[in-house]
């Protein structure tokens, strides 16, 4: 055991032996305190610059779920030897998750989807703080068997501390580096010594994508190529280019062709992918070769890895490989990370801000055995419930980023009645009104000491689930368990993030995990605190954005361009557009359109597909009158509740073979089962 003192004057005392041993140093346990470990540097490594930038880390803290950022520097008798950060729970290194061969054939795509999402929202955490990773290889991003991805190492990071101090990144593996720093390692340059800037956001975007493509691809480095069988018999001695090397050329076998290299055998064809993650795939290795702004925004492929994940049945198996020979190396080999055999994952916890981080199923989790006084246990309530407002995503304009936005405050009580929920019979908290879109909440937890004793030996440093009351289309609805959570001891406040995916709510309870089933007589009341709630859309500022589409479509007689919302529109009831006659158009034309009827149609989801054009059909919910040359007409329309994701407006009367429309028109706001929302639309140029 050594003794170290934290420069917060706490004491920490390591355990022997250590977790982990590498090239800079160890990493310990500490005694009495079982969520952190300490990073002990060897001397080569204990700098005076290691030292300050770790001090300087301290003074920018950074979630601890996300990112194992440096809780506290420690010292041996006044010398530097190194930091305290978060304890991971079993985690395994990302390139140990990329083959779903063996034993991972049970993580699936579905799986694969949501480590990526988590891993997304853990570069935002940092992209967030204005910090650059860096060194982001996948020995430095390690996986939790509940899915939490969390980004080590982050001592090496490339970080800015205050009047703008540069603390260089001075590491990184050639394959997970882009063009323009591999540009500047030439000529006997290092990282270490290579003129800045070097790391940036957009060269962690570009490792992103990089790890994306071998979650979902079989382990395949969308830069690794094999040699055709033509080249082969051409030129027995061929040799296959290194990714590193096909980087630098801008050389990826799934966009780019190169004569005599093909795909790797053991990857999916990239067709298999939904066509909005190939174009995504596509901006950031062809499109942002050379272009770095161009790569996809951690919050653009979260976006898009949720839609995809909406599709993917739980039992889907990974990709298959596609059949295409050739020489290439191995992927990469499989590792012992066992899955239940029932696994069906399930979001819960929220880590960013905005909160989209995903954890898997509760089943992973290790749980004690029920105990023969199971029958007493009970959970005490704590004081007042406040529920206040959400923050969440907007939809802002073309430059594809986001912002946040505060509002709406949701008001609750406590049920007289009490609830069957996983075996306990308790009191809900039931909103005032259903929250609508909602991802998620965060939750307080606490055992008094107020209860016999016998009941808070069984309460203490167990297993609780969080259920949610989900509201389907018909106005019926079913309790579904999003979240598991770990109690606190006696009087500790527990505080746990929930996230889940988007979903209608009305009722929130909160159980032990250990099933009441038979003590029916008993009555258990839970211990629910919700601090904030998250949705998926702001309620009262923007909340949907739309485009004008490029193509025409035949609606209503007329070929004419629709506008198209990003993201279809669950629950809606209803539009509210501004219509107008162009006094520039030639008379003849006008004299057809003014003070005459138009029809509203919305393009009506029956089924989701793997992007904006899922299954549907045009439906025309509304016939108005125009007005005169020029006048801008507003008009409100109301329908039975639908999915929705375009609107087209088009003469009453069809005119055959007519192709263009002197007449245009806005959407203004949405009006779905529960609020009315503002609508933008987002400018193509």
């Not at 939904?274 to 070769?289: M, S």
């Not at 050379?290 to 990974?318: C, F, H, M, V």
């Amino acid at each position: 055991m050594s003794t170290y003192q934290g420069s917060n004057n706490q004491s920490y005392t390591t355990i022997e032996p250590p977790l982990g041993k590498g090239g800079e140093g160890s990493v310990y346990t500490i005694q009495g305190k079982p969520s952190l470990v300490a990073k002990v540097f060897t001397a080569g490594f204990r700098t005076e610059t290691k030292k300050r930038k770790l001090l300087a880390m301290l003074s920018k803290p950074m979630s601890s779920q996300t990112v194992a950022w440096p809780q506290d520097v420690i010292f041996e008798n006044g010398t530097f030897v190194g930091y305290t950060m978060r304890k991971l729970d079993k985690p395994k290194d990302l390139n140990e998750v990329y083959d779903p061969s063996g034993q991972l054939k049970s993580l699936g795509l579905r799986n694969r989807v949501l480590i990526a999402q988590n891993l997304c929202a853990s570069i935002y955490t940092v992209h967030q703080a204005g910090q650059v990773c860096g060194d982001l290889n996948p020995k430095n991003i390690q996986v939790e068997p509940d899915f939490r991805v969390t980004l080590v190492d982050t001592d090496s990071y490339h970080f800015t501390g205050e009047n703008s101090r540069l603390f260089k990144c001075n590491v990184g593996r050639e394959e997970y580096l882009p063009v323009e720093i591999q540009t500047k390692m030439k000529n006997g340059y290092t990282l270490d010594t290579a003129p800045q800037p070097t790391f940036s956001q957009e060269s962690d975007l570009f490792a992103l994508a990089i790890h994306i493509f071998a979650l979902v691809m079989n382990g395949c480095h969308p830069f690794s190529t094999a040699v055709s069988n033509i080249a082969i018999k051409r030129n027995p001695s061929v040799t296959n280019p290194q990714p590193q090397e096909n980087i630098a050329s801008g050389s990826t076998p799934f966009f780019v062709t190169k004569s005599g290299l093909t795909v790797p055998t053991y990857a999916p064809q990239i067709t298999a992918l939904p066509q909005v993650i190939q174009d995504l795939f596509q901006k950031a290795f062809c499109g942002g070769h050379l272009n770095p702004k161009a790569r996809p925004s951690s919050k653009e492929w979260y976006d898009a890895l949720g839609q995809w994940l909406r599709t993917i049945p739980a039992a889907a198996p990974a990709l298959a490989p596609n059949t295409v020979a050739g020489r290439a190396a191995s992927p990469v080999q499989a590792f012992q990370f066992p899955a239940p055999a029932s696994y069906q994952p399930v979001p819960t916890s929220s880590y960013t801000t905005p909160s989209y981080h995903q954890q898997a199923s509760s089943s992973y989790r290790n749980t004690a055995s029920s105990s023969n006084n199971v029958g007493k246990i009970v959970a005490i309530i704590i004081g007042t419930i406040a529920v206040l407002a959400a923050i969440v995503l907007g939809i802002i304009a073309a430059t594809g980023g986001f912002s946040a936005v505060t509002h709406t405050v949701y008001s609750w009580q406590l049920s007289e009645e009490e609830e069957g929920v996983g075996g306990w019979n308790s009191h809900p908290h039931i909103f005032d009104s259903p929250v609508e879109h909602c991802t998620g909440f965060t939750l307080g937890h606490i055992i008094t000491s107020s209860e016999p004793v016998d009941f808070i030996d069984e309460l203490v440093h167990t297993d609780f689930d969080v259920y949610v009351y989900e509201v389907t289309a018909d106005d019926t609805g079913e309790w579904a368990k999003v979240w598991t959570f770990t109690s606190g001891g006696e009087n500790e406040l527990v505080h746990a993030n929930v996230s889940f995916s988007e979903r209608d709510i009305s009722k929130v309870l909160t159980v032990p995990v250990r099933t009441g089933v038979g003590k029916s007589g008993s009555t258990f009341y839970s211990t629910t605190k919700i601090n904030e709630i998250e949705t998926s859309n702001p309620t009262d500022d923007v909340a949907y954005a739309y485009r004008s589409a490029n193509d025409k479509e035949l609606v209503g007689g007329w070929n004419s361009n629709s506008n198209d919302f990003d993201t279809p529109i669950m629950h809606c009831k209803g539009v509210t557009l501004t219509h107008i006659i162009s006094g520039t158009e030639p008379d003849d034309i006008i004299s057809e359109f003014v003070r005459g009827k138009f029809d509203v149609y919305v393009y009506e989801i029956y089924e989701e597909g793997s992007d904006s054009l899922a299954t549907g059909e045009w439906v025309k919910v509304r016939t108005f009158r125009a007005g005169d040359v020029d006048e801008e007409k507003t008009i409100s329309i109301s329908f039975r509740k639908r999915t929705i994701s375009k609107v087209m407006v088009v003469p009453a009367d069809s005119v055959e073979g007519l192709e263009t429309l002197y007449t245009s028109f806005e959407i203004q706001s949405v009006k779905t089962k529960y609020h009315t929302m503002r609508v933008v639309e987002i400018d193509l140029t």
